[in-house]
């Protein structure tokens, strides 16, 4: 006779269902059932169960049944029987756990760079850890309930609210908190906008750039078209039939040159006559150090450029959070993109960040690491005329990184050099696009924020070391 079914839960301490399946009928699937549990330790030693008449009742089961099985248990040893102590798991029972399969070691990580000097990450060590826990904790006491449910896709509106403030003191950014989209940095922004079919190509983009973005660009079916470069910025004059341009106006990345005042009004006459977009990467517009940062290209036109932005250099790219200003025409279409529920940014960050900023410590956080960077870079400048006075620093004086110009044909021999001596960092061909005609320039990319303070100063007699001779 063979019996196969699933009974109810049962309730021993916690919840835990018993499976009354296989051949033999119901009092012996009782007992291997009980035997399982107490195996694999699902029944810990010591523990009291059901009354017959309790358990039989949850089982659908008779009273005879649960008896015999426990009676059974009990003459092998798995449960122990006192009278007025009821019907326990033996102590001496121990589970029987499932033999560990062979454990992979994981390959040994190679040892980091003594001195990394790459682009792209700000200091680490001085991430505002007490400030932003405050915050967090703030936000996370004054959070009301709907907070924890499903997220908004548009982002929480005390954040859009914040940073709507933010930006137009900030940046000079012209919008208000409705047109905010919060995501989760920008390679994230560019996914919504060109993966989710917001907008399309043919795109043009600065001769040099992240080679990543182009390759996201790419993968979303996204033609791209390089604008060459100059001392003025990329050379706006040069669009033709794209329908939207990608530009860093306050900084170019990399090679350091802000965008002209009139090269600023043509693009933005451009995109009015075309009727296309200009997208504005503004990666680290509040870091400039010889005057004011330049407000945002946003300002000129909202309804033609798409602000976007993130705190990846101003606090830490491991804060997942960003933003895009977008025209009003443009809002649904993303928020459509995105989805109906927030599916990449923490709600929780997002509360932390609004209040981080409207409570002034965002600013203090800012203006403390515009003094530290100017230093590293001031420090930089010096050791270079110090040591190697034959490579120029070029670009203005402002993010978190320079471009230091090498002689016609070195870089390659310079970068080799540089990991000979334990340094980490990018030549300038790296990021140059593929299918751009500009004459070659040779050049390091060094990103003077990531090392930590008491590293700086090993860390550019390193790379003074390794530069190459006039």
């Known amino acids: 006779m063979t019996d196969s079914w699933v009974d109810s839960a049962v309730r021993i301490g916690s919840d835990l269902h018993l499976v009354l399946s296989g051949p033999g009928g119901r009092r012996a699937a009782l007992i291997r059932a009980l035997r399982d549990a107490v195996r694999d330790g699902r029944l810990a030693p010591g523990t009291r169960l059901p009354p017959y008449r309790s358990l039989a009742a949850d089982l659908g089961v008779a009273r005879r049944t649960v008896a015999d099985a426990y009676a059974e248990l009990v003459a092998e040893g798995w449960l122990t029987a006192r009278q007025g102590s009821g019907t326990r798991v033996a102590e001496r029972a121990e589970p029987l756990r499932p033999a560990a399969p062979a454990s992979r070691k994981a390959p040994p990580r190679a040892p980091g760079p003594r001195h990394d000097l790459r682009q792209g990450s700000p200091d680490g060590s001085a991430f505002?850890?007490?400030?932003?826990l405050a915050s967090y904790r703030?936000?996370?006491?004054?959070?009301?309930?709907?907070?924890f449910g499903p997220g908004d896709p548009a982002g929480r509106a005390e954040l859009r609210e914040a940073l709507a403030e933010y930006l137009a003191r900030a940046r000079g950014v012209r919008t208000e908190p409705g047109r905010i989209v919060i995501c989760s940095g920008f390679a994230h922004a560019l996914r919504l906008l060109f993966g989710g079919g917001v907008l399309h190509g043919p795109l043009a983009v600065e001769a040099y750039g992240l080679g990543f973005h182009r390759g996201l660009l790419a993968a979303a079916g996204v033609r791209t078209v390089p604008l060459p470069l100059d001392e003025d910025g990329a050379r706006v004059d040069r669009l033709g039939r794209e329908r939207a341009v990608l530009l860093t106006p306050a900084h170019q990345f990399p090679t350091g040159g802000p965008l002209h005042p009139a090269r600023r009004a043509a693009v933005t006459d451009w995109a009015r006559a075309r009727g296309g977009l200009v997208l504005e990467d503004d990666y680290d517009g509040e870091f400039r150090y010889d005057?004011?940062?330049?407000?945002?290209?946003?300002?000129?036109?909202?309804?033609?450029?798409?602000?976007?932005?993130?705190?990846?250099?101003s606090l830490s790219p491991a804060v997942r959070l960003g933003w895009m200003v977008l025209p009003e025409g443009l809002v649904d279409a993303v928020l459509a993109a995105k989805g109906e529920r927030e599916a990449w940014a923490s709600v929780l960050?997002?509360?932390?960040?609004?209040d981080f900023i409207a409570s002034g410590r965002y600013d203090r956080h800012v203006r403390r690491m515009r003094q530290r960077y100017r230093r590293r870079r001031d420090r930089l400048v010096a050791a270079l005329a110090g040591h190697a006075p034959h490579v120029e620093v070029t670009g203005v004086a402002a993010g978190l990184h320079a471009v230091l110009r090498l002689p016609p044909g070195s870089e390659a021999s310079a970068v080799e050099a540089a990991a000979r001596h334990g340094v980490a960092l990018d030549g300038l061909a790296a990021f140059r696009h593929p299918g751009t005609d500009m004459p070659v320039t040779d050049g390091l990319v060094v990103g003077y924020a990531a090392p930590p303070e008491h590293a700086y100063g090993p860390t550019l007699e390193a790379l003074c070391g390794a530069l190459p001779p006039p």
């Open 349 to 354: 960050d997002q509360l932390s960040l609004a």
């Open 138 to 147: 703030r936000a996370l006491q004054h959070a009301p309930g709907e907070a």
């Open 128 to 132: 505002p850890r007490t400030a932003w």
């Open 291 to 313: 005057r004011k940062p330049v407000g945002a290209l946003q300002g000129l036109d909202p309804e033609r450029v798409i602000h976007l932005g993130s705190v990846s250099k």
